[in-house]
């Protein structure tokens, strides 16, 4: 197999296995390397593994000469949507939509390599970004979702220089790339509740980041690390699908005519994040870990999704009206040496949605707050080789939506997506492994 097919399959099966997805707030996925014991608490300063290199790249001049960090986690979210009073027309009599959550596989590898004993030059793959929710069909919400996936993938070569024996910096460019998939009925009104409305966008762009790790002591550890917000003009389009009865038939063609089929586009930037961790040893068998970190999620307000060909060329197709606010993460972790070998890891995190209340809930990112509790352990078989396995229940409170795209008066009837007012019942479960190497 030749190396430009080889790059071609990477992307593809990184994105094929983010399929489901969703794990921190929004739809960011934190799950990029070891940590999950502790909560991802410390994840800028502890630089134990290669993939220090997402999470401060200045970690990897506390790093054998050569070492490979590799991981999957998956990724279980609940969403169970419990309907009070919606109004949408044609679905007033569907179901609640079942469980709209599913498995979701985030992998990541990473190689840092030593080219003297204060510079290193790293190569990060992950996937930062993620969400699936698909709903029973059809469900009262149709108008609004009936499913919806992104995934990304970030390719992160990095490199990190040794100030002195307290100082290390290191900085790094993501190439990213995203899709997205959204599907959902046109109306709620007859006819056009049976015509399906398939929205196809990707893009790649790039980004950045850097890092600085202090160390005091041998037995202390702050790291300070910067990640870029990521601007995307993705492109794709808008097809029309019916359900072949008469009604949605008619309204298909209608629509067609108008123009609703067509190219698009779609400018998204996903946020930056900026985390400050600390490590501190208290013995030879106790470890507390800490960070706090700030997602710049008010990158992502109204999205507009705007036709590029055809006779509505320069039309707004929809126009997705996320209006996130930023966010803030706190996590505590700790870590308890039974022996050289064996570790046990703890952890517990507070990490805020952006999503600013009912009114603005969507359908297809049903986001709430989320406290994590997590446990781990960590288990060295040799010397150079680390086995680290993490699980985590998301505590995620009753989540209310009151989502009000209801429209009236002339050209209504194909775009009243009618309101969804209920309560989602919502949770995640991880389970993550990580193996570590030098060599």
Known sequence: MSTHISMKIIPAVMLAALSGTAA????????????????????????????TIYYNPAGMTQLQAREFSGGLTAVRPSFKFDNNGSTVGAFNGAGDGGDAGGWGFPPNAYLSWALNKDLYLGLGINAPFGLATKYDDPWKGSAHSNEFDIKTINLNPSIAFRVNDQFSLGAGVSWQKIEADYYRQVSVTPGFAGVRAHLKIDDDAWGWNVGVLFTPSPSTKVGLSYRSAIQYHTEGSASLRSDGTPGANAAANALTNAGAQSDVKADLKVPDTLILSATQRLSDQWELLGDISWTGWSSIKDIDIVRTSGRANGTTAQTIAANFQNTYRVALGANYRYTDALKFMFGLAYDQSPVKNSASRLASLPDNDRTWFTLGTQWKPAREQTLELGLAYLYIPTTKINNNQTTTGAGSAATNHGTITGDYDSSVWIVGAQYSIAF
């Open 24 to 51: 921190a707030s929004g739809f960011q996925l934190l799950e990029q390397g070891s940590g999950l014991g502790n909560a991802y608490a410390g994840s800028a300063a502890k630089s134990t593994d290669a993939s």
